[in-house]
């Protein structure tokens, strides 16, 4: 009987299932279900030839399209207690810490750096949805104030990139209070006239969007991101009656008025850099800004 489990049902099962190295060569778009050849995925950034559809990238990659060559210094973030209400589900929340800790390679769901887009000093706080769902806990409260403590200090724009599945449950109400502690953090951004973008990707839902994400002088999104505060099984389920189709997506809410522009990843670098330029383009001479928004060009009048 150790004969067969040892020897035989091992190389029976290599003969079924071939070790690729760990390289999965090709990737199916989840939109349109085509297959992509991998060079041809990371060519394109993530983003299906076929479709156009917009796939989660890591921050870190994120990061490398959008500044300039030459890297980003890291801004550090204070550290928070560890499960702070002892909570466990189907397994304790220390452990899942530690389990999305060791896949990203990174402490919570938000990197905070400061770096150059075009020569421009910039802080970037960036979302990792591969961290818990890029919920936001104590410690993704705790790296947007750090990001715009940074921005005020070094008197330099900030720009939040988010991918969140809103407030981070296994941390009751102290996940809650994130939503007005990072509210506060934006409004010392403001309150030093420095421009604050936010960049939405998919998805930005919960108590993100219903707090910091919401609050850019200028909203940005990839196309065909969700963008919403509750899903819209239950939106529908609350009022009873079927949703538009595209509901929550980032073009319905741009032509509803919720968002000021709906950018492509290839073009986002380039984006980022004309409306920087045109909300800095004020600035006095011994560095106060003027208000952000005389930059920009009028309104057509109706």
Avoid at 84 to 93: A, S, T, V
């Amino acid at each position: 009987m150790s004969w067969l489990t040892n020897f035989v049902r091992p190389r029976i099962r290599a003969l079924v299932r071939k070790d690729n190295g760990g390289n999965n060569l090709w990737h199916k778009c989840p939109a349109c279900e085509r297959m992509i050849f991998h060079r041809d995925l990371d060519a394109a950034n993530a983003v299906c030839p076929h479709c156009d559809h917009h796939m989660p990238i890591k921050p870190a990659r994120r990061l490398a399209l959008l500044l300039d060559e030459g890297g980003w210094e890291r801004v550090e973030v204070p550290a928070v207690p560890v499960d702070p209400l002892r909570f466990r589900d189907r397994k304790r929340y220390g452990d899942r810490l530690k389990e999305a800790q060791t896949e990203t390679e990174e402490k919570d769901a938000v990197i905070v750096v400061q770096g150059r887009l075009d020569g421009r000093p910039v802080v970037v706080a960036a979302f990792n949805f591969g961290f818990i769902g890029g919920s936001m806990g104590i410690a993704v409260g705790e790296a947007i104030l750090a990001a715009a403590n940074r921005a005020v200090t070094q008197r330099a724009p900030l720009i939040v990139i988010t991918a969140s599945g809103g407030a981070r449950m296994q941390e009751g109400a102290l996940s809650l209070m994130q939503m007005p502690r990072t509210t506060i953090a934006v409004d010392q951004v403001k309150a030093a006239g420095l421009p604050y973008i936010v960049v939405m990707t998919h998805p930005t839902t919960g108590g993100v969007t219903a707090s910091f994400a919401m609050l850019g002088d200028i909203a940005m999104a990839e196309p065909g991101a969700i963008i919403g505060f509750a899903g819209a099984r239950v939106i529908e389920e609350t009022i009873g009656q079927a949703l538009p189709k595209g509901f929550q997506r980032a073009e319905y809410l741009l032509d509803h008025g919720m968002l000021d522009m709906v950018v492509h990843r290839r073009d986002l670098r380039d984006r980022l850099i004309r409306v920087l330029g045109l909300l800095t383009a004020g600035r006095r001479a011994e560095g106060a800004p003027a208000t952000a928004m005389a930059a920009l060009p009028a309104p057509a009048s109706a």
